[in-house]
């Protein structure tokens, strides 16, 4: 029998498809400046380096499950940053990064073949996730019209690419529905401490949950607030039977989360500073671009949280607006890389230096 290779029946690969933008925007004479993804250009704090170095000479096998320290050191980071309390340290995992998570949950949880929900506007990486395991792709936003034999639904507030952020009664809604319906319901908070004019909550929080975490995961990550994206470095947490499922699976699989990065991953977790002081570099960056944006014509959407402005310009598609900014040598994401209902907008990251974002902004309004 012929084999079907499985990169075949997946999508483009998003950033391949508009090589030819990026292109036309380093030919601007100043040079390119790349505000299409949402990867960290700071550097990582000294302590979290000084981690990493110690663990260095270890040389046997980490635990799949994290060492103790790390699993107790993420069960009351998740308690002091977001509320979220009743973890214990047999229902939370680390995990080789977020993105690595994600794409291969569907498959982890064994719900191949079935439905997966995903929000309207999403990030591309909860549907390639779902056509890996041969999964029906749903985008829906709203329980009310979610379909009620989905396996799994992937929630994502704040939101990448729009920034928009859920309240508790939408998160509730999501819970009831996989109460009524079986699905386990995971909630990607990778953004989750960087709200801006609303305060994001955790589907695990107790005002959503009522105390309880039954067919309940949350995706949280290290590499926004703390720079860790090349550590690969993110957790797991929530109902502690399907932690358990996901980590046997994940020891026969070998998905562990090399020893080194552990140890830095309890420095990151154990250390709020180094989080606050990156979320106000964020924050001062995220006002220099809105102005400009606001004064260049454009109309910003949501954003209430995350790293991103998810923006518009009347009369003009994600691609017109991509070239628009080409010529100024900016480069965004397409707002159609995450749905057909994001084509009118672009996703413009504010991960990018001091200096370059203040020179993004003068080339908008110049």
């Given amino acids: 029998m012929a084999r079907t290779p499985l990169g075949s029946q997946l999508p483009d690969f998003p950033w391949d498809t508009i090589a030819d933008v990026k292109a036309k925007a380093a030919s601007h004479p100043d040079g390119l400046i790349d505000l299409s993804v949402g990867g960290p250009v700071d550097p990582v704090a000294p302590s979290i380096q ?31 940053r977001f509320g979220i309390e009743g973890l214990s340290e047999r229902s939370v995992l680390p995990v080789i990064g977020l993105k690595e998570a994600v794409a291969w949950l569907p498959t982890l949880l064994g719900v191949r073949g079935q439905k997966v929900v995903i929000p309207e506007v999403a990030y591309p990486t909860y549907e390639v996730g779902a056509l890996m395991a041969d999964c029906e792709v749903v985008r829906c936003d709203d329980p009310a019209d979610a379909p009620r034999d989905a ?51 955790s589907i695990l929080h107790p005002s959503v949950t009522d105390g309880d975490n ?8 290290l590499s926004k607030t703390s720079n860790l994206a090349s550590y690969r470095a993110g957790t797991i947490s929530g ?57 260049a014509g454009f109309t910003i959407d949501d954003s209430d949280a995350g790293l991103y402005l998810w923006a518009r310009r009347d009369g003009m598609d994600s691609r017109s607006l991509l070239s628009w900014l080409a010529e100024r040598g900016i480069l965004a994401a397409p707002g159609h890389f995450y749905g057909p209902a994001g084509s009118n907008h672009v996703r413009i990251s504010l991960t990018a230096p001091d200096e370059r974002i203040a020179e993004a902004a003068r080339r908008l309004v110049s």
């Fill in 214 to 221: 039954t067919g309940l995961l949350a995706l949280h990550s």
């Fill in 151 to 201: 396996a799994l639904v992937f929630v994502n507030s704040p939101s990448n690419p729009t920034g928009g952020v859920a309240s508790v009664e939408q998160m509730r809604a999501w819970v009831a529905f996989g109460r009524d319906t079986g699905a386990i319901i995971a909630s990607d908070e990778c953004y989750l401490y960087l709200g801006w004019s609303v305060s994001p909550v």
């Fill in 239 to 295: 109902d502690e039977s399907l932690v358990q499922e996901l980590l046997l699976v994940r020891k026969h699989a070998g998905l562990i989360v090399p020893g080194p990065i552990q140890a830095a991953m309890v420095a990151a977790l154990g250390d709020d500073l180094h989080e606050e002081m990156q979320r106000s570099t964020y924050a001062a960056r995220r006002v220099t671009l809105m102005k400009a944006l606001q004064d």
């Fill in 50 to 80: 000084l981690a990493l170095s110690e663990a260095a000479a270890a040389p046997g096998y980490p635990q799949t499950a994290g060492m103790p320290e790390l699993r107790a050191t993420i069960v009351s980071s998740l308690a002091r």
